[in-house]
Structures are given as structure tokens and as C-alpha cells.
């Protein structure tokens, strides 16, 4: 079962929804239950501050995991492609594009797992230029083999200055792995470390010892 966390992992479309990781949804539960049901819908997205955002799950079983980093501008932020997450139909799945709701933004997507249809329902916050939180719950109907029905999970993103040098818009900094460019689908695989080893040196052949002269026998 292939799944998709920013905070360390690779996306995998076409098989569940765009997910982001994490715990304690019910504050996130309770903003969408409380939204009005003819929520308007507008045609904008949330849109990141260009620079470098530090993307980092909260979720227990990513305790320990480190912060992916994604460079945001031009063509990473777009009415397709927004928050790292691509709106449209991607081989099972349906992904539902951010649209706003009160001060929140809302995204719905519907994937089919086997016989499991997967719903995740997305709430995004903060003001984008600083940080920002998504909120996911994922259910499964009827459950996923047989006995899970439920996930919860969250991200949170700040934002921490300008993209390195070397990186590009759409660029996905993974710790220890590489680079996944979103835009293009391209990949950067970290260079192998040096191992510092110094070339082994042949010993030098050893040298004979000197000889001493022998002295002359005194007569008697």
C-alpha cells in the first residue's frame, strides 16, 4: 500500500490521496463539521511564500523522522499544483482542489484501494507566509483490511529564507536520500560521502644494516 508523507518519503499518485502526516485532528475535525454547508467555493489557492519552507510531520509514528525542505516559486504554487498536493485524477484517485472555507482552506479526495473506498478530507491553515498546518483525516469504507477505518494526520510547515543554491522551484529536500522535484518528477540522489581514507602507502623495503669494518689484530 503505497502512501505519500512529505516528511520523509516518496509521493506515490495514483494509488491513495495526497495525505500529509500527523495526530490530533479533532480541532481540525470540528472546523470543517462547523463549517457552513453552501461553504462558498472561489476559484483561488493557498499560495506559499517564495523561499525555502521546513516541512516536518507530527505524527507519533513519525516521531523521529527529519523535516523535508521544499523550495517554493515559480510553478510550484499554481491553480494545478498547490501546498505540494496535485488537484484532478491521478489512475484511482480523484484529488479535490483547495477551495476556501471561512478562514480555513478545505480539500477533499477519493481513492479506491482494492475494494476500500479512501476518503481524506484536508484543512489547511496559517497565513503562508510564515507557517502553515494541514490537518488530515483519511477514512476507509468498508475498512481496510477488514479492521483499520481511520487515520489521522498532520503536517507543519514554517518558512526559513531563500532556496540553497543548486535548488529550483518544486524541489523536495529529503535527508539522506536526494532531491524529488514535484514539478517535473525529476530526482537528485544525494552524492555518496567521502569516506576520508588516505591511499594505503606500500612500506619502503628495509635496508640492510651497515656493516662495521673490521679492526686490525694487535700482534703479540
Known amino acids: 500500500m503505497s ?44 499560495r506559499r511564500k517564495p523561499g525555502l519552507w521546513e516541512v516536518r510531520s507530527t505524527s507519533a509514528h513519525a516521531s523521529g523522522m527529519p523535516a523535508t525542505s521544499h523550495c517554493v516559486g515559480e510553478g510550484s504554487d499554481v491553480a494545478v499544483s498547490h501546498l505540494d498536493r496535485s488537484s484532478g485524477i491521478k489512475g484511482s484517485c480523484t484529488l479535490g482542489a483547495f477551495r476556501r472555507a471561512g478562514l480555513a482552506w478545505v480539500a477533499e479526495s477519493v481513492c479506491r484501494e482494492g475494494k476500500t473506498r479512501v476518503t481524506s478530507q484536508a484543512i489547511a491553515s496559517g497565513d503562508f507566509a510564515t507557517s502553515y498546518r494541514i490537518d488530515t483525516v483519511v477514512t476507509y469504507d468498508p475498512p481496510l483490511a477488514g479492521v483499520k477505518r481511520e487515520d489521522k494526520e498532520a503536517i507543519e510547515a514554517r518558512y526559513v529564507g531563500p532556496c540553497g543554491d543548486g535548488n529550483k522551484p518544486g524541489d523536495m529536500i529529503i535527508p539522506g536520500m536526494g532531491t524529488l522535484n514535484m514539478i517535473d518528477g525529476t530526482f537528485r540522489a544525494d552524492p555518496a560521502p567521502a569516506t576520508g581514507r588516505q591511499p594505503r602507502q606500500r612500506p619502503a623495503p628495509a635496508q640492510p644494516a651497515p656493516t662495521q669494518p673490521a679492526l686490525p689484530q694487535k700482534s703479540s
Open 3 to 46: 502512501r505519500w508523507s512529505p516528511a520523509g518519503s516518496f509521493p506515490s499518485p495514483g494509488r491513495r490521496p495526497a495525505r500529509w502526516p500527523v495526530a490530533g485532528v479533532a480541532a481540525a475535525l470540528a472546523v470543517l463539521l462547523a463549517l457552513p454547508a453552501g461553504a462558498q467555493e472561489d476559484q483561488s489557492f493557498p
